[in-house]
């Protein structure tokens, strides 16, 4: 089963690493093991993009751009 949310590719990301560090991986499995791993990777860093975006939106409906709850 393909993680979904941000947690879950976090812990496969983490499994997958550990599988890596197998010193009894054929070099095969440890490149399909990477490029899946980096697959998962880039999807959890664009689920932190969509949630920064989501997070801006709730900002700017409550504070306005000049009110700035950072500042």
Request: aromatic share 6%; hydrophobic share 30%.
């Amino acid at each position: 089963m393909k993680p979904k949310t941000f947690e879950e590719k976090l812990e496969y990301s983490k499994e997958i690493l550990e599988k890596l560090m197998n010193p009894e991986i054929t070099l095969e499995e440890s490149l399909r093991l990477y490029e899946e791993g980096i697959k998962n990777i880039k999807e959890a860093q664009n689920l932190i993009e969509k949630a920064k975006t989501k997070i801006e939106i709730i900002e700017q409906k409550h504070f306005g751009e000049d009110n700035d709850p950072r500042d």
